[in-house]
């Protein structure tokens, strides 16, 4: 079982930065990959980034990659999305999820993680 927290959302110019985190309990963090999913007003939630269980591979949405990183920190059970030159169409609460598995390649698909966090919201104001 884990437990996520997400925090750090806020409010941003177009052209900022952002990073937010997921704390995660449990002593098998290091046994899960990571993934930050987002969900803008009136839209499905969709897939950002991903990152397996050691860090080692990352994966992300075309519309995110060069501005966005994915990255975890083991030892603070803890993963974090650094965003960069944000854009409006980056607007939407943002959720981190764990998937138990120790593949090297991380999922992105919504239906392949186990936990889900309850969201941070992030805007960015043009």
């Known amino acids: 079982q884990v437990q996520l927290v997400e925090s750090g959302g806020g409010l941003v110019q177009a052209g900022g930065s952002l990073r937010v985190s997921c704390a995660a309990s449990?002593?098998?963090?290091?046994?899960?990959?990571m993934g930050w999913f987002r969900q803008a007003p009136g839209k499905e939630r969709d897939f950002v980034a991903g990152?397996?269980?050691?860090?080692?591979?990352?994966y992300y949405a075309d519309s995110v990659k060069g501005r966005f990183t994915i990255s975890r920190d083991n030892a603070k059970n803890t993963v974090y999305l650094q965003m960069n030159s944000l854009e409006p169409e980056d607007t939407a609460v943002y959720y981190c999820?764990?998937?138990?598995?120790?593949?090297?390649?991380?999922?992105?698909?919504?239906?392949?993680?186990?936990?889900w966090g309850q969201g941070t919201q992030v805007t960015v104001s043009s």
């Open positions: 999820a764990a998937q138990n598995s120790r593949k090297y390649y991380p999922p992105s698909e919504s239906p392949d993680y186990d936990y």
């Open positions: 449990g002593r098998a963090f290091s046994t899960y990959a």
């Open positions: 990152i397996n269980w050691s860090g080692s591979s990352t």
